[in-house]
């Protein structure tokens, strides 16, 4: 079993920033996939990054060129660097490992950004 534990999550104002976190623990592999998702009141859940063990990103359309994704194979964590926040990034964000073929998910960790 694989555990995810977030932090960072808040409420901040529209043009400001948070950083996630996502410490993994429990009975992890070397070559992993992390990442973020959200979902927000009355929709579905959707990606917003991921990295897999190389270092490549991927990221949702939405959040293009205002959050950075990045990891510590180290310390097996997942940060998730949200600048220009706005209104519509409110939601439940989600940690997401892929591990030897199977998901994990954490326990999700409200941001809520006021306008």
């Known amino acids: 079993q694989v555990q995810l534990v977030e932090s960072g999550g808040g409420l901040v104002q529209a043009g400001g920033s948070l950083r996630l976190s996502c410490a993994a623990s429990g009975s992890i592999a070397r070559i992993n996939g992390m990442g973020w998702y959200r979902q927000a009141p009355g929709k579905q859940r959707e990606l917003v990054a991921f990295i897999s063990n190389g270092g490549i990103t991927t990221y949702g359309d939405s959040v293009k060129g205002r959050f950075a994704i990045s990891r510590d194979n180290a310390k097996n964590t997942v940060y998730l660097q949200m600048n220009s926040l706005k209104p519509e990034d409110t939601a439940v964000y989600y940690c997401?490992?892929?591990?030897?073929?199977?998901?994990?998910w954490g326990q999700g960790t409200q941001v809520t950004v006021s306008s």
């Open positions: 997401y490992r892929v591990d030897r073929g199977q998901g994990y």
